[in-house]
């Protein structure tokens, strides 16, 4: 089964996040189960919580990596919960298992599951229009595509979401590049 993450910043207490910003999320995430694919994120809320119920509402698989011990932390579409208790750290995971991953939006936290996402060389497919580094990544890349001149692995922009869902389905299919930072993977990045 093809696995698609979406990435995208969380809220804290009293904060929202622009509407616009959710129905993006949620509307990738029922894309992806439309398509027959796991939809991953870190299972908790704002752009994570949305396409969870997206995908979840549209009878697909939800993954949920939290950061926290406790299980019931996981927003309430999460059909698989992973309760990591590494805090940040787990955005290693929500990065590197997926075969694609869609970026809604997003923080510093959602910068970090971009880098690690690209050295990994997983496809990442950007929707522009959702606000945060979403809409300012493009203008501080190389050549528009590139994170770093290693070049792992191009970055995707799409214009909205059904656009994002069928590029990461179809980059989801090409092998990855993998990291060229042996010490960060050894063995286990084989």
């Known amino acids: 089964m093809i696995k698609i993450g979406v990435i995208g910043r969380s809220w804290r207490e009293g904060e929202h996040l622009p509407e616009h910003v959710l129905e993006t999320a949620e509307l990738v995430g029922r894309g992806v189960a439309d398509a027959g694919a796991a939809l991953v994120t870190g299972g908790t809320a704002g752009v994570m919580e949305a396409a969870c119920k997206g995908a979840f509402e549209a009878g697909g698989l939800t993954i949920g990596f939290l950061p926290y011990n406790d299980p019931a932390k996981a927003n309430p579409y999460v059909s698989l919960v992973f309760p990591t208790g590494m805090g940040t750290i787990r955005n290693i995971l929500t ?5 694609a991953i869609v970026m ?4 510093v936290g959602t910068l970090n ?3 690690i996402a ?6 990442l497919i950007v929707v522009e229009g959702s606000t945060g580094w979403a809409d300012r990544l493009r203008s501080t890349i190389d050549e528009g595509i590139w994170l770093d001149d290693r070049r792992v692995t191009p970055l ?7 656009e994002a869902v069928e590029i990461a389905l179809t980059r989801a299919r090409e092998p990855r590049a993998g990291s060229r930072l042996g010490a960060f993977t050894g063995w286990a990045g084989q």
């Open 104 to 107: 809604v939006g997003g923080g």
């Open 95 to 99: 990065a590197r298992c997926c075969d």
């Open 113 to 115: 599951e971009v880098t």
């Open 118 to 123: 690209y050295d990994s060389g997983v496809p």
């Open 156 to 162: 995707s922009f799409a214009s909205d979401p059904a």
